[in-house]
């Protein structure tokens, strides 16, 4: 089975046409070859879905043929340090133990130096995407980029981080707040960032029952007229927000599609729990992306619903089926700042 990428950013729309092709071809006979070498950029919603689709992927799609640009390719010939470049390297050290070149070998045979990768690659490998998939592709395992700690991107506020824990949430919030705080960003500004990233986090563990827990990245971007936003997407592999709501008597009539039951979930109080309490998260969601201007756009089965927080436009429709639930929420860095009004 194969299927071609053709956009040059892989985001939402990307993603969408991933899964068309996915569910066209999914009964033909594996493994599956996903060539992306057409896309020069991935935003987090990108990040999170290739991710999740990869990691659920049925045996007989595996091992993955993955096609980026510059990549697959023989992991570069690892650059020494000056002290280990000696004529006469001593190949073992004191009671036999590894000598100093071997140890500095070894050590940059672990590590790809960023400057070796294309832009893609690199930004795949700043973000900690290889490590959530590399046990499913068809490549040695050194040739998968390996990132480097001491490198690192001033607009990553989140790198690809899996949680399954509450305890795991805090430790997520707590990291990202210390960037956006040395990053000079306001305190309300980054209160309401954690408070997204926290609400939809906390709903994958209490709503999605999925086993792989809830997924979620940051990163700032700049549009092509200059405004720079952040950008965040939080996910899931579990039972989708229909089903959830489906749990609530209440509700069961008023679920005929799943673009149905995401607008009704975008409603105070709308919740698989039918006692007071809860049903506040996404309402909220909307609330920050409405006072910044922002934009939220969620995926769950085949329904889709987006929201623009500058003219409170609604909108729910028909996409491809995808398993979970998935959103994206870009709020304007200025704002969140307090330099833009």
């Known amino acids: 089975m194969r299927i071609f990428i053709e956009h040059s950013k892989f985001g939402l729309e990307a993603h969408d046409d991933l899964l068309r092709q996915w569910h066209a071809r999914r009964e033909e006979r594996g493994p599956l070859y996903l060539d992306l070498r ?3 950029f991935v935003d987090p919603y990108g990040l999170c879905a290739l991710v999740l689709f990869l990691n659920h992927l049925p045996d007989k799609a595996l091992p993955l043929r993955l096609k980026l640009k510059g990549w697959p390719r023989e992991p570069p010939e690892p650059r020494l340090p000056s002290s280990a470049r000696s004529p006469v390297p001593a190949p073992v050290g004191v009671g036999g133990a590894p000598g100093p070149f071997v140890r500095a070998r070894k050590k940059a045979a672990r590590e790809w130096d960023l400057r070796d990768l294309s832009p893609p690659v690199r930004y795949l490998t700043r973000m900690g995407f290889w490590q959530e998939i590399a046990d499913r592709l068809d490549v040695p395992r050194d040739w998968v980029p390996v990132r480097p700690l001491w490198e690192p991107d001033s607009n990553v506020l989140l790198d690809i981080s899996i949680m399954h824990s509450h305890d795991a949430i805090s430790v997520v919030l707590r990291r990202t707040g210390e960037i ?68 609530n008597p209440k509700f069961q009539s008023r679920l005929d599609s799943d673009a149905q039951a995401l607008g009704l979930a975008m409603q105070p109080g709308a919740s698989r729990f039918d006692v007071g309490g809860h049903g506040g998260g996404l309402p909220r969601v909307l609330e920050i992306a409405r006072r910044y201007g922002g934009r939220v756009v969620a995926r769950s089965g085949t329904g889709a ?8 436009a609604k909108q729910s429709f028909e996409v491809p089926d995808l398993a979970g639930t998935l959103l994206r929420i870009a709020l304007p860095e200025a704002r969140l700042r307090g330099k833009d009004k």
Request: contains cysteine.
């Open 180 to 247: 956006l705080q040395n990053l000079h960003y306001t305190p309300v500004g980054r209160g309401h960032v954690l408070e997204v990233l926290s609400e939809l986090c906390s709903n994958v563990l209490m709503h999605a029952k999925s086993d792989f827990g809830a997924i979620a990245a940051m990163q700032t971007y700049k549009t092509l007229s200059g405004a720079r936003y952040v950008v965040m997407s939080i996910g899931d592999h579990g039972i989708g927000v229909r089903a959830s709501l489906a749990a």
């Open 38 to 40: 057409r896309a020069s």
């Open 305 to 312: 619903f987006s929201f623009n927080g500058s003219t409170e």
